[in-house]
């Protein structure tokens, strides 16, 4: 009552290119001519789920559970089902990727296909060769779209792109945009992460990221927002609004409440409909080892089983996760020598791995000591730096400009793990008030906010509020608000107040913080807030202070070395701090004014 057949192509296409087409068995199904599904998923008490899948072909209903997936990277992966309806009982199929050289190489398919009854049995042979036409079909389509670079040739108009021009988008960029459209196919343009095509083509992410929202300000895509799973790193069903945001997500997938972490989690997308692109494609599969490109191999290892793969492994830091047992993490570096990870599943004491390895292919080796079968994962353990995060995008300045209605429900609070906040005040702003007069002052004030508004969004910022005379602002890189902070009074030195120029206190401090929706708009809370405004009030005129912590961020004392500061920390006592906060004091273009 089974059969089992072996097929193979050998395809002029690289073989890791080949992985990112073959290895999304989602893909492969729907251009190999197999219907849409409907999943659903089973939770298990201790985490996870078992995933179900059904579809029917006319008065015939298949129903199936979807066993774990096992793969490893770009080598090979296999989908096990096993069937509850329809005409069969087991589907079992394996997909070996062999190189044969640099731009060729052979896929090895294996199937396995068991009948329900003795009456569907000769119905495997057609379901077999089915099978074959359609992997045919799609494996031929992935050689041509893997065997082409990944450079886009030009588009043959720019279209509805040309608009762009207005808002001052680069002309390469405009391209870029207009060519990947032209030839993208709908399930690309149904979820764009502008960082990923940054890197793709080779230009400015901050410049792909504001041609994607200006497009959107022109009516060209639609901006969405998703919470992304910290387990299986897949998002949660796309929304429309920031308000429509939540505190707490729960993935079906992985059977695990988490939070939404503004600039961890929260991520901002784009689509292509508003051009008559990216519609809903459906689901073919829920078995894809795409769908989690940050495990490098998943394996099932049997009851005290001994199971083995080789990786290559680049300098990094990665994760082993057994799953419902527990995580341990691994360095690669190039200052070991060691080139074998070996993995112990204890039955009290959880995970063991070997703390650090030379990068290269290695050899993993996994000995499960306990009495049950156990789905191990080799995952990256950093979190993606492509992500266009909730914070990163609402501390732009464009984004605030163009997307003001983008604003948090009330009363939703969501943590920052670390943002920059900066705080400045004008010298003798009193004074000048009475020296000039209330009109001349506020035009002076009014022009003053105008210029850090430019340097703030020059280095990649956004002024968040103004309060009299001085101006919030926030930046997702503490070094890149360094830079801001060090030109803001030489700058504004250039606006004159009854011919004394302008003179400028600047303060900042880079932690966690709360995003809130405060006078409609995303407002920052909480000790990194007050302590940078307080940071702010110990400069004097034409210096900039920040606290110890913030000046040993790595990036940030790189900066300060390039900058030819020598860090002389002192010990200030700040309002609202039991203890003295160690903080650096800079001094900018200009020379401060004796005391």
Sequence with gaps: MSLRASWSWELAAPRARLWEYLADTDWVNEHAGLPKITARYSPVDGGGSRRFAWFRKGPVLFEWEERPTIWQVPQYFAVDRLYTKGPLARFLTSTRLVEIDAGHTRVEVAVELRAATPLTEPLLPLVAAQGKRGAARAFRLAEQLAAKPRELAPPRALGAFARLQGDGVPGELIAALAAFVENAQDRDLARMRPYELADRWRLS???????????????????????????????????????????????????????????????????????????????????????????????????????????????????????????????????????????????????????????????????????????????????????????????????????????????????????????????????????TGDASAFRIVADHFDVVRDIVDRYEGAVVKTIGDAVMAVFTDPARCLDAAMELDASVSTISARGEPLRMRVGFHAGPCIAMRANDRIDYFGTTVNLAARLQSKAGAGEVTLSRSTAEIPRVAARLRALGQLPAYEHAGVKGLREPVEILRLHTQLQPEPA
């Design 205 to 435: 992410r901050r410049g792909v990221l504001r041609a994607f929202l200006s497009a959107t300000r022109r009516g060209l895509f639609n901006l969405s927002w998703n919470v992304i799973c910290p387990g299986c790193r897949g998002p949660s069903p796309a929304i429309e609004a920031l308000g429509d945001l939540q505190a707490g997500y729960h993935c079906p997938a992985c059977n695990v409440p988490f939070d939404a972490v503004f600039d961890r989690s929260v991520e901002v997308t784009f689509d292509a409909k508003p051009l008559g692109r990216a519609k809903d494609v459906g689901l073919f599969c829920i078995a894809s080892p795409q769908r989690s490109p940050h495990v490098f191999a998943q394996l099932a290892v049997g009851a005290e089983e001994e199971r083995g793969c080789e990786l290559a492994l680049q300098p990094g830091v990665y994760d082993v996760n057994a799953m419902g047992v527990g995580l341990a993490p691994f360095v690669v570096s190039t200052e070991e020598q060691s080139g074998a990870i070996d993995v112990f599943l204890h039955p009290l004491t959880g995970v063991d791995v070997t703390h650090a390895v030379a990068p290269g292919t290695q050899r993993v080796t996994i000995v499960n000591e306990r009495d049950a079968q156990t789905i191990v994962r080799i995952e990256d353990g950093r979190w993606p730096d492509t992500i266009v995060t909730a914070a990163a995008v609402t501390a732009l300045q464009e984004f605030r400009d163009l997307f003001s209605s983008q604003v948090l429900a009330p009363g939703l609070q969501l943590g920052i793990e670390t943002i920059a906040v900066l705080f400045t005040d004008l010298i003798g702003s009193t004074a000048m008030y009475t020296r």
